[in-house]
């Protein structure tokens, strides 16, 4: 993909609750669960060092935060 452009709680529990949306390279954005970004670190942490007031991070990345 070629960035993260937002993040939402979906109301579900914390853990699996929190999903992106997503930018793909050759498709539309699509919302994503937090859990299948699991290898993108990168992304996600730059997306959450840039955007303060949006929901997240997962709890294992705030330690790059």
Avoid: M
């Avoid at 993040?7 to 609750?17: E, I």
């Avoid at 290898?39 to 790059?64: A, E, I, M, T």
């Amino acid at each position: 993909f070629k960035s993260i452009l937002d993040s939402r709680w979906t109301g579900k529990t914390p853990r699996t609750g929190l999903q992106h949306l997503v930018d793909w390279e050759y498709a539309e954005p699509t919302w994503q669960p937090a859990k299948d970004l699991s290898g993108c670190d990168r992304w996600v942490v730059g997306f959450h060092r840039g955007n303060y007031g949006k929901p997240g991070p997962v709890s294992r990345l705030k330690r790059f935060l």
